[in-house]
């Protein structure tokens, strides 16, 4: 069933605006602490898909989450916080070690350059070249949106290209 979806944010990188952004489309916070795995996750429903929403990083190797989040991704969401300019280079190096993994070669990745509405924040094509983007793999699908989850700008544009992606990849491969 390809229904799911991992949206992720390092660990460490926390307050980049996951809760508000679950708030925003779902109306409540839905944060559960998993029991195999110990920390909060967050799960929300878009457009039929399950979007898990959750720290990566820190001690854990990823091959850790595989079993109960990441077996079947289709999708990624990395949320960077636009106005936390001293922590992209963290974010930036724990992006591309998570896209290092095998098993996410295909999933599409949106790149939500939150908290816009901050004055000085850095704009998608700013985030964009200090994660270094274009580096990726020419093969992933990926899409940068600007948003906030404050006032919701961006943010159903930005799932929208997701699941819409997801849609026409699984569309070709069946
Ligand atoms: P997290 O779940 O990723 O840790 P939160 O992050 O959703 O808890 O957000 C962390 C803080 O950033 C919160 O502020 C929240 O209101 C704020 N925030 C989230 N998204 C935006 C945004 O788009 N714009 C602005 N201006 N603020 C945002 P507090 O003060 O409650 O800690």
New binding site residues.
């Given amino acids: 069933m390809h229904n799911c979806v991992n949206c992720c ?1 390092c660990r460490g990188l ?7 952004i679950v708030l925003k489309i779902n109306g409540e916070d839905t944060s559960v602490i998993s029991p195999t795995l110990g920390f909060n996750i967050k799960t929300m429903t878009y457009n039929k898909y399950t979007l898990n929403i959750w720290d990566v990083g820190g001690q854990r190797t990823i091959r850790s989450y595989w079993r109960n989040y990441f077996e079947q991704t289709d999708g990624l969401v990395w ?1 960077v916080d636009s106005s936390d300019l001293r922590r992209l280079d963290d974010c930036k190096f724990e992006l591309h070690n998570l896209l290092k993994e095998e098993r996410l070669s295909g999933a599409s990745l949106l790149i939500l350059a ?2 816009q ?2 004055q000085g924040a850095l704009s998608p094509d700013e985030i964009a070249k200090v994660l270094n983007l274009e580096a990726m793999d020419k093969t992933r699908h990926w899409q940068i949106v600007g948003c ?3 006032t919701g700008d961006g943010l159903l544009e930005g799932f929208d290209w997701l699941v819409q992606d997801i849609a026409s990849r699984i569309y070709v491969l069946d």
């Fill in positions: 944010c926390d307050n980049s605006g996951k809760t508000t949320v939150n908290k509405d901050i906030s989850a404050y």
